[in-house]
């Protein structure tokens, strides 16, 4: 397997040739920077091409198909005319907040973005406790959903971001205690070592079978919920609450709202295809040696990033079957069917780690 | 809730979604049926009864079949159509109305087909053409007959005295004058 | 049905004879309709009730020639319905109904001056167009008519400070077009709602009174569009009927295929915006997927889509297309194909069945009392379906069910109009491969003038009893034409059905209502 530790390696011994320590360190974190926030910017812009296309399929549509060729660059002129519309100030809004909020969202979601590991050596934060990291993370967001709904000054809003806020506090539960299932299987919390394990042992939904496969099906609909999508997005509710929390946001301010949301979908997807099927690892088969060697010629990148794009499907797919839920129907489902459930299964992966009963 | 019901309704609820998600997935492979519009120009034929704009059809001598009789106007409940008349003296020293103007507001036009309906000589019709946006309102107001044009004179000569007659019997009421 | 035995009523007897006939089991008032009968007989109102088990009518009118203040008793405790249907008459002749709690206008701004439907009312000359914002009052005013004769005044209150009150519409992508509900939230339960009704008032039965009987019928497409058919079925029947034009045995056949088609039309519709208010969107597109073969066969005949225009005073505006039979024939069984399709992706799943079942019950005593007739009615048990009570054009010829359900939730208005669609499948094939010869259209005169009388004729439109009130005084233009909305019982129905439950539940709710807000608000 390529290890991108040889490329950071090289970067960083000719920074230090003529650079001091800490220059070269900086020149570092602004290069890593610059990397992850175009791969943010690329990736929503894929994604959303992607989900408008698969809506279309799933709806015997088309989906765009007027600017270049299959409306392969539809999503660049709408980033375009976001860029270009006006962003309005409103008069009874709390100025402050209300322009904190749409901030506060992306950087949420940059942070989460950078737990992922890209492939071996080319994971950007990194450390023991990286799955707790990516938690704390991740809850950033809702602070700046409520802020919005509350600085909006609108009703619509206010009930959009009480919404979010009940529900992504209680989803949070059910992805805390799969993630600890996953833990108690791998024993670390950090990303790196669980994708390497995986590569070395076989990946995780394999290893802890049963419960392992129940928690992946858990994290997905938790994980879908947490990222407001369908059928769970009734902090949007565009039926009942027109946009929900973002209804007063208009421009680019708006567009950060959206991009996180399409972000925040990737991110989800990616740590469920590392967590569960082995990050950047290959498929290996037991004993089939010619195989798994042609898989090993697969850079670990591709596999990563096509195993988060099944998953990205898999969410679309769900997205675009499901009528939304009722916010007391989706608390009922959080707190009477996966919390007990995730719980049970923690239980169930202690006794088969402890009895040596994964594979 | 007793314990039956919980496992129960689990797993039936999640086999309807997964029968919900199998419809999906079968319509996903399936042929789209967009039509794409501009492309498909050369194919696309609205339906002959259509009803897309006022026409008055002239034959290739520049001539129409309305006598402005005015019925169309009067038919109209929108107040779409104006028509503009003079009076003419004929040869044999007869007073005789001849259509000027017969201006066509598409702008108000509700399409119900009155005007076409009440128009004894069958002058005007609907076409199939379904493109008629424009830039500027005042565009909407349409000319309906050509410059130069006339009232078609062979066919329809008797019918310019036998019609506007008929009608003074039927329904005495009727205002002559537009 | 001409109308030659309206009982005149004084106002002082007409509460108790009311009373008398609700005690008999006339429980459904399909019409409450303001008049003006000029000076010598005076603003009055003309009643309809329905007795619900032998669907007999009774047909009662009261008037008063006091033009200035104009007082009737009310009814609205009689009837929930008379609520809202005097409220209209309130807003229009400025009758005003002692004992009703709420004479508020409910299609004109509440600042208007005048009583546009009165013949004497100059409504231009008091009204121009006003720029500022339409003022929405909180409370309202109760009359109350003394024994001296003199009238007292008292406030009631809509909304009173504590409410948190949400406007939802008149933009909200589920309001299914310009209505606005004015909810009071505990949370996120709905304590009250009140519609705001007129955002796209047109005044049609103001117009109506100006045009010739062959332009009213261009107005009846725009009021239900999903119902275009329907409705104009029943003005150019009630016409005919008053003219007495015998339509031939083809026309009839024709119109009723019409009918269905354009019920199914409207059922497809109605399965499409429910998936769309909850979220489903993909089935929303597999709707209208279907509802295009629907339309191509109507365009093809009739030459419209949507604005059909194809009925007409003594029959039908063409023949139908050489094409038609065939198209329909196809349309059939794909039809009951993609019903399948529905039910296994939105009927059978379990978020659908949990968001619907149970939620906003109307009971048979409830959507009687508010006249909710169609899918709405049938839900709760109540049979009302015209073409069975009443039957006309070919509906006495043919075999179908009168689809009926007991609870009368949201899933019951639900499964009521899947199930209809294919009632309505039934129907078409029993007729499509016998449409008799003959022409398709009477000769009229030219100038068309309906012999002095009052005239009714109710069909069963899409989403409800579609009724034509006609009076005539032998001109060219009819004295006064009123449309039975098959809609406004069901939006006046919403806050008694709402209550209780959840926001959400107010888009399922007012998704499987089925109201179409051109029919409302006229």
């Known amino acids: 397997m390529f290890d991108f530790t040889v490329v950071t390696n090289w970067i960083d011994a000719l920074l230090l040739s003529f650079l001091p320590g800490w220059a070269a360190t900086l020149v570092e974190c602004v290069l890593v920077a610059l990397a992850i926030i175009t791969l943010y910017a690329v990736f929503a812009i894929i994604l959303i091409y992607m989900e408008r296309k698969i809506c279309a399929f799933f709806q015997c549509r088309l989906g765009p198909n007027r600017v270049g060729k299959w409306g392969s660059i539809q999503v660049l002129a709408d980033v375009l005319k976001m860029l270009t519309k006006e962003i309005i100030d409103m008069k009874n809004v709390d100025r402050l907040l209300h322009k904190m909020a749409p901030f506060l969202v992306i950087v949420a979601s940059m942070l989460t973005f950078a737990c992922l590991p890209w492939n071996k050596g080319a994971e950007v934060l990194d450390f023991n406790i990286g799955i707790f990291f990516f938690l704390a993370a991740g809850s950033i967001g809702v602070v700046g959903i409520l802020l919005a709904g509350w600085s909006s000054n609108n009703k619509y809003a206010l009930i959009g971001a009480m919404r979010s806020g009940a529900q992504i506090i209680s989803y949070e539960v059910s992805i805390g205690l799969v993630m600890l299932t996953m833990i108690v299987l791998t024993g670390t919390m950090s990303f790196s070592e669980i994708c390497q394990q995986q590569a070395d042992l076989g990946w995780n939904i394999f290893r802890g079978h049963v419960p392992a496969v129940l928690a992946f099906i858990i994290y997905l609909i938790a994980g879908n919920a947490e990222c407001n999508r369908g059928p769970f997005d009734m902090p949007e509710a565009e039926s009942e609450l027109t946009a929900g929390y973002h209804v007063e946001y208009s421009g680019m301010h708006f567009g950060f709202y959206y991009l996180a949301e399409y972000l925040n979908l990737f991110i989800c997807a990616g740590i469920a295809s590392t967590i569960f099927l082995g990050g950047w690892a290959p498929f290996h088969v037991l004993g089939l040696d010619g195989f798994n060697h042609v898989m090993d010629y697969i850079p670990g990148a591709v596999w990563m990033i096509g195993k988060t794009f099944f998953v990205v499907f898999l969410l679309m797919w769900i997205r675009w079957t499901f009528p939304r839920l009722r916010i007391d129907q989706l608390l009922a489902l959080e707190w009477k069917y996966l919390m007990p459930m995730s719980l049970v299964l923690l239980v169930l992966m202690a006794v088969c780690v402890s009895l040596g009963l994964t594979l | 809730m007793s314990n039956n019901n919980y496992f129960s309704g689990l797993f039936s609820g999640i086999k309807s979604l997964l029968v919900g998600l199998g419809v999906t997935m079968k319509e996903f492979f399936t042929r789209k049926i967009t039509e794409q519009y501009p492309e498909n120009r050369k194919e696309l034929k609205m339906f002959d009864r259509f009803r897309g704009r006022l026409v008055m059809p002239h034959n290739e001598n520049n001539e129409h079949k309305c006598i402005g009789c005015g019925l169309c106007q009067m038919a109209c409940p929108n107040g779409s159509i104006t028509v503009t008349t003079e009076m003419l003296d004929t040869e044999d020293g007869k007073k005789k109305r001849s259509l000027v103007k017969y201006e066509y507001d598409l702008g108000c036009c509700m399409f119900c087909e009155l005007c076409i309906t009440a128009c004894p000589q069958g002058a005007i019709e609907f076409c199939t053409d379904f493109e008629n946006a424009v830039f500027d309102r005042a565009k909407l107001v349409q000319q309906l007959n050509k410059p130069g044009s006339k009232v078609a004179e062979k066919k329809v000569a008797p019918k310019p005295e036998a019609a506007p007659a008929e009608k003074k019997e039927s329904n005495p009421e009727t205002p002559t004058t537009v | ?522």
Request: glycine share 8%.
């Open chain 3, 1 to 522: 049905m001409t109308l030659d035995n309206i009982k005149t009523l004084e106002p002082s007897q007409l509460r108790a004879e009311m009373q008398g006939l609700k005690a008999k089991g006339f429980d459904y008032l399909s019409n409450l309709i303001g008049m003006d009968w000029g000076e010598e007989g005076g603003l009055g109102v003309v009643y309809c009730v329905e007795n619900t088990a032998t669907h007999e009518q009774a047909w009662l009118k009261t008037a008063t020639t006091d033009r200035q203040q104009p007082v009737l008793p009310t009814v609205s405790d009689l009837w929930d319905i008379a609520n809202i249907y005097e409220r209209e008459a309130y807003d229009f002749y400025g009758i005003i109904f002692a004992g009703h709690p709420d004479m508020r206008r409910i299609f004109l701004r509440e600042d208007w001056v005048g009583y546009p439907m009165r013949k004497d009312d100059k409504p231009e000359e008091q009204n121009p167009l006003r720029m500022d914002n339409e003022p929405l009052a909180d409370d309202t005013t109760q009359y109350e008519l003394q024994a001296d004769g003199t009238v007292t005044t008292k406030k009631n209150v809509v909304f009173g400070p504590e409410d948190y009150v949400v406007n939802i519409g008149p933009q909200h992508p589920s309001t299914h077009g310009v209505l606005h509900f004015r909810v009071a939230l505990d949370g996120e339960i709905i304590r009250k709602i009140d519609p705001v009704l007129g955002y796209i008032h047109r005044g049609v039965e103001k117009l109506n009174e100006s045009y010739t009987y062959p332009q009213t019928l261009a107005l009846t497409d725009r009021l239900d569009y999903l119902a275009a058919m329907q409705s104009r079925h029943a003005l150019c029947m009630c016409i005919e009927k008053a003219m007495e034009i015998e339509v031939s045995e083809r026309v009839q056949v024709v119109r009723t295929i019409l009918d269905e088609l354009q019920r199914i039309d409207s059922h497809i519709l109605f399965f499409s915006c429910l998936c769309q208010d909850m979220g489903a969107t993909t089935a929303f597109l597999y709707g209208f997927r279907d509802r295009e073969k629907i339309l191509d066969i109507f365009e093809e005949t009739c030459g419209g889509r949507l604005i059909i225009n194809y009925n007409t005073i003594g029959g039908l505006m063409a023949d139908i297309h050489p094409n038609f039979q065939k198209r329909v024939k196809e349309f059939i069984p794909y039809m009951r194909k993609n019903i399948k399709e529905y039910h296994a992706l939105f009927t059978g799943n379990v978020i659908f069945q949990n968001r619907s079942k149970g939620i906003g019950p109307l009971t048979k005593e409830q959507a009687v009392s508010f006249g909710c007739t169609g899918g709405t009615g049938r839900a709760a048990g109540w049979a009302n379906d015209v073409r069975k009570n009443h039957p006309y054009a070919a509906y006495d010829k043919v075999d179908f069910n009168q689809v009926l359900r007991e609870s009368g939730d949201s899933f019951d208005r639900y499964m009521i109009r899947l199930d209809e669609i294919l009632e309505s499948l039934n129907i078409i094939e029993q007729l499509i491969d016998n449409i008799p010869e003959g022409s398709y259209k009477e000769k009229t005169k030219p100038i068309i003038k309906v012999p002095e009388g009052t005239y009714y004729q109710a069909v069963e439109s899409s989403r409800g009893e579609f009724g034509v009130f006609l009076e005539s005084k032998g001109d060219k233009s009819p004295y006064r034409l009123h449309y039975r909305s098959t809609g406004l019982p069901l939006v006046a129905a919403m806050d008694t059905a709402c209550k209780g439950f959840k926001i959400a539940d107010l888009v399922t709710i007012g998704g499987t209502m089925d109201y179409i807000v051109p029919d409302i608000d006229r």
